[in-house]
């Protein structure tokens, strides 16, 4: 861009007056001033509208999520993303990515899918939002019941909250106030797994143990116990996943002989654990643990915010150890990845608990502005309505069928140190060494170099640290599939021979 003289610069960036400004914006607001340039501008504007331009921009004011603002000075583009169209998103240059993790995993069955795009345009015009506090409406009622029916029995209340960490928030408090309300207020405590991400809200990053996200606000934060995980990558050689989940289960039940008096509940995510590294465990750790929660008077708290909605192969995780948890929290493909919503569905004989005279002062005090938004609850609807129409497990087992297929010769790469796959969520850990699985050193950035090859070649895949993985939106077609694992598999090459 060519130095402009300081008179030049000074009428450039000189400020329309507040007034001015408010008109235009209350005219444009009205729909009464024209947003969209004439024709004779159309070449200016789309070099504003440019990937470069937009990038710019942005990264003069936005400071973006898990992301070190610096890579962006010239290592890692910024992208900026015009419209997405089922399983693909499109940038303001025209490029298109496969989305191959469900931008975060919210994304069930497509971006702008139409069927969720339309029943919102109808709530739009009818109500926005409305305080949730002596207030409800149609749509909030609708999903509560909904949520009901097609979780795992006994869970009979829900208690709305806003985005997955909040929902892990009001499952901790709930949990404790529980307790308290029955007289049990020694306890205080929590018990996690190694390797579990639940957010990172204090709270919920208190009950996390990803050292990337938790390390540095450790002086910040409850200190819970740790228990080991049943990742079955941890398990000894010749050792099975199921045997490994029993030797897990009895060091729990040593830790809650100690600790059961002082604790509220065992969190967990059953059956993957997504940020920590697709660590995935068998069902009967799920199915063991109900039996000691309850042997021991601890609640079990089912954290299904990314497992939930079908991607572990049934509806939720739960339900492959036939186990009804105390509390199970939802958020991410509640609203198949419109809109930010969470859930926490809970028994009767918790709720009851709090149910009471005012004066007892038992009410569970928790509360976000935009709890139970009407939108997004009706998005929520579409989504589940989506479920009952189509057969989505159907579908999706056979594209899992399909993934496991094309990452099956992974298996025998000699840097690759597991291929595991548990329904549309499939992981490849790349190693240093695959006989001793000694890992990559994280500041060698494999993962970043697998990113960076994807962008290039039309696939958004965020490796997490050495583990390469796949959990596409379920519109994705076998073709998708295949797009996604040859971009990876050259993505890997590069990365190893960095
Ligand atoms: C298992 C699990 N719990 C909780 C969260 C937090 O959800 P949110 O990012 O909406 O706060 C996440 C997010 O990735 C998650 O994977």
């Given at each position: ?30 729909g ?32 973006h999520?898990?992301t ?86 006994g ?20 949990s ?102 697709m ?19 601890v609640h ?20 492959q ?76 087992r ?35 060494d ?26 958004l ?8 993985y ?29």
């Amino acid at each position: 861009m060519p130095a402009a003289g300081p008179r030049t610069r000074r009428r450039r960036h000189a400020k329309p007056s507040n007034t001015h400004l408010l008109t235009t914006l209350a005219r444009r607001a009205a729909g009464l001033e024209r947003t969209h340039p004439p024709a004779d501008h159309t070449r200016m504007n789309a070099a504003a509208l440019s990937n470069t331009a937009l990038a710019a921009r942005d990264l003069r004011h936005v400071w973006h999520p898990c992301t070190q603002m610096h890579d962006h000075a010239g290592l890692v583009p910024m992208i900026p993303i015009v419209r997405g169209e089922g399983a693909w998103l499109v940038d303001a240059d025209g490029k298109r990515y496969l989305d191959g993790i469900s931008s975060w995993w919210t994304n069930l069955f497509g971006h702008a899918n139409p069927r969720i795009g339309a029943a919102l345009k109808q709530q739009l015009d009818t109500l926005e939002h409305v305080i949730f506090a002596g207030f409800t409406h149609e749509p909030a009622i609708e999903l509560a019941e909904q949520l009901v029916q097609i979780t795992p029995p006994g869970l009979d209340k829900v208690f709305f909250a806003d985005n997955g960490s909040a929902a892990i928030e009001v499952a901790l408090k709930m949990s404790f106030h529980y307790w308290l309300n029955q007289g049990f207020g020694e306890k205080t405590r929590f018990i996690a797994l190694t390797g579990s991400y639940h957010g990172e809200t204090l709270g919920a990053l208190s009950v996390s143990d990803v050292a990337l996200y938790r390390k540095t606000y450790a002086p910040l934060l409850l200190t819970p116990t740790l228990a080991p995980s049943p990742d079955a990558y941890e398990a000894e050689a010749g050792e099975t996943d199921r045997a490994y989940a029993q030797r897990c289960l009895a060091a729990m039940r040593k830790l809650l002989e100690e600790q059961a008096h002082e604790t509220c509940a065992v969190i967990v995510e059953p059956l993957v654990q997504c940020a920590g590294g697709m660590r995935m465990y068998h069902p009967d750790y799920l199915a063991g643990l109900r039996q000691l929660c309850d042997e021991f008077n601890v609640h079990f708290i089912a954290d299904e915010i990314a497992v939930g909605f079908g991607r572990t192969g049934t509806l939720f995780a739960c339900e492959q150890a036939r186990v009804t948890p105390d509390f199970m929290c939802l958020s991410k493909g509640l609203t198949g990845g419109f809109l930010p919503l969470s859930a926490v569905l809970t028994r009767d004989a918790i709720y009851e608990a709090f149910y009471a005279e005012y004066s007892a002062g038992k009410a569970f005090l928790h509360s976000h502005s935009y709890t139970g938004n009407p939108l997004a609850c009706r998005a929520a609807l579409a989504t589940l309505q989506i479920f009952r129409e189509d057969p989505v497990l159907e579908r999706n087992r056979v594209l899992a069928d399909h993934l496991a297929r094309r990452l099956a010769p992974f298996r025998d790469h000699p840097q690759v140190g597991d291929v595991r796959q548990t329904g549309m969520i499939a992981a490849i850990e790349l190693v240093r060494d695959k006989a001793s699985r000694t890992p990559f050193d994280a500041g060698e950035r494999r993962g970043l170099q697998v990113y960076l090859h994807g962008l290039k070649h039309g696939a958004l895949l965020r490796p997490l640290g050495n583990i390469v993985y796949f959990m596409p939106p379920y519109v994705v077609t076998e073709a998708d599939i295949d797009h996604l694992v040859d971009v990876a598999t050259a993505g890997i090459e590069v990365a190893l021979a960095g």
